[in-house]
C-alpha cells in the first residue's frame, strides 16, 4: 500500500477524527462527494439528478455502529429517508450495509433491521433495497440475509465483487434478484481474491457478459472504468440485449460529465450518492482510492490555516494512532469496540 494510501485510510480509521468532523458538515472539499448533511440536502441532490434522468441510490451513511442504539437509530435515518423519497416521488432507492444495522455484534439485531427497511420499502411502491457487500468476512451474512428476504420479497439485492473467485457461484445463485457488479473495494487475501489490476478486470468482464446472458433482472454495472463502460456497451448492442435491464451507476462528485454523457445516451444511470454526519471516513477513503481525488479538496486545503490544522492532525493519526487511539478508548470505556479500525466503501 502506498504511503499516501495508508495515511488516509489512517484517518478515516481515526474515531477520534471521525467525531470531531460530524459536527462540521461535509467540508475540506467533501461536500463535492458527500452530498450535505440533512435529508433536505440530500432530497435536493436527488432532484438536481432526477431532472438530468439520472436516478439515485442514497447511503446514509453510519460508521463504528457497535451497540444496539446506535444500530436502531441507523435504522430509522434510514426509514426517514425511504419516507423523504416516497413523499417527493423521487426516482431513487437505498443503498445500506448490515454492519450499519449492527451484523458485527448482533446478527439478529442487523435482521429484524433490514426485515422492516425491506419490509417498508415494500410498501413505498416496491422501493429497492441494496445490500452493499463488505468484507470477505461478511458475505455469509449477507447471502444467508438474502435467503431469507427473497422468499418474501422482490424489492431486494445486492453486490457482487469481481475480484472474489467466489464471484461466478454468486452470479449463479442469484439470476432473479436485482445486482450490482463491482470490481470490489477491500483489501482480501490472495486464498479468495485476485489481486492485480488485469486479473480483477478480467473477472469483472467475464462475470458482467455471464450475467447480462442469464439475468432475469435489472444488473447495474457501477464502475467509473471508461473501457469496461465502452465493453459493456458494445456487449450489450452486439447481444441485442434489452437495455431497460441494465444500468450503469458511479459514484456522486467522479466523473459527472461522462455519467450525463451516458444517460443522454438512453442508458439508465445511478448515482451512488453518500450523506449524513459520518462523512469523514468516507471521504477520506475516496481520497485513499484515487489521491488524484485530491484535485477537489486543493481549495480547501491550500488554505493554510486548513493545510496545518488537516496536517497536524493526520500526522498524528499516523504516527501516534496508539496514543490517539488510547484516549478515545479511555473517554468510551462504555463501547469497548469503537476503536476496531476497518476499511469499507
Ligand atoms: C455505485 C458504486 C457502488 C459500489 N458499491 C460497492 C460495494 O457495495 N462493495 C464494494 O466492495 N465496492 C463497491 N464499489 C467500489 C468498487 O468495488 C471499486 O472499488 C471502485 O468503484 C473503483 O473501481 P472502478 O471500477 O471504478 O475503477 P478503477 O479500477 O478504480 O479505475 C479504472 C480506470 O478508470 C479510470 N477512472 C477511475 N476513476 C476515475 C475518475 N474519478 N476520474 C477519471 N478516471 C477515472 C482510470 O483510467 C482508472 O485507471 C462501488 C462502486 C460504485 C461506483
Redesign the pocket.
Given at each position: 500500500m502506498s504511503l499516501v494510501k495508508s495515511f488516509f485510510i489512517a484517518l478515516s480509521n481515526n474515531t477520534f477524527l471521525n467525531e470531531a468532523a460530524k459536527s462540521m458538515g461535509p467540508s475540506l472539499g467533501a461536500n463535492k462527494v458527500v452530498a450535505g448533511n440533512t435529508i433536505e440536502d440530500v432530497v435536493n441532490t436527488i432532484k438536481r439528478l432526477n431532472r438530468k434522468n439520472i436516478a439515485v441510490?442514497v447511503d446514509n451513511l453510519g460508521e463504528f455502529v457497535n451497540n444496539k442504539q446506535d444500530a436502531i437509530a441507523a435504522k430509522d435515518d434510514i426509514l426517514k429517508v425511504m419516507d423523504a423519497i416516497y413523499q417527493h416521488n423521487l426516482d431513487a432507492h437505498m443503498?445500506v450495509k448490515l454492519s450499519q444495522l449492527g451484523a458485527e455484534f448482533d446478527k439478529a439485531l442487523a435482521y429484524d433491521n433490514i426485515y422492516e427497511i425491506v419490509a417498508t420499502a415494500k410498501s413505498y411502491n416496491n422501493m429497492h433495497i441494496n445490500i452493499?457487500?463488505?468484507k470477505y468476512d461478511s458475505l455469509f451474512d449477507i447471502t444467508q440475509t438474502l435467503d431469507r428476504l427473497k422468499s418474501e420479497f422482490s424489492n431486494v439485492g445486492t453486490?457482487i465483487?469481481a475480484y472474489l473467485y467466489k464471484g461466478d457461484v454468486l452470479i449463479d445463485k442469484y439470476p432473479n434478484l436485482r445486482l450490482?457488479l463491482?470490481?470490489?473495494?477491500?483489501k482480501e487475501s490472495p486464498y479468495i481474491a485476485y489481486q492485480t489490476?488485469e486479473e480483477i478486470?478480467e473477472n469483472y468482464i467475464h462475470l458482467i457478459e455471464k450475467r447480462l446472458l442469464n439475468a432475469q433482472n435489472m444488473t447495474s454495472i457501477?464502475?467509473?472504468?471508461?473501457?469496461?463502460i465502452n465493453h459493456v456497451k458494445s456487449f450489450i448492442e452486439t447481444h441485442d440485449i434489452d437495455k431497460s435491464r441494465v444500468e450503469f451507476?458511479?459514484?456522486y462528485g467522479?466523473?459527472s460529465d461522462l455519467a450525463e454523457s451516458i444517460a443522454n445516451e438512453g442508458y439508465n444511470f445511478?448515482i451512488?450518492v453518500p450523506f449524513g454526519d459520518d462523512w469523514f471516513g468516507y471521504f477520506m477513503r475516496r481520497l485513499a482510492?484515487?489521491p488524484?481525488?485530491l484535485t477537489l479538496a486543493f481549495k480547501e486545503f491550500v488554505k493554510p490555516k486548513t493545510l496545518a490544522i488537516l496536517g497536524l492532525v493526520g500526522l498524528t493519526a499516523c504516527l501516534l494512532p496508539q496514543t490517539l487511539s488510547k484516549k478515545v478508548k479511555r473517554k468510551s470505556t462504555s463501547q469497548p469496540n469503537r476503536l476496531r479500525c476497518r476499511t469499507r466503501?
Open positions: 441510490t443503498s452493499d457487500t463488505e453486490v465483487q450490482r463491482v470490481k470490489g473495494a477491500y489490476k478486470d457501477a464502475t467509473h472504468d471508461h473501457n469496461i451507476q458511479m459514484l467522479f466523473r445511478t451512488y482510492e484515487r488524484q481525488n466503501l
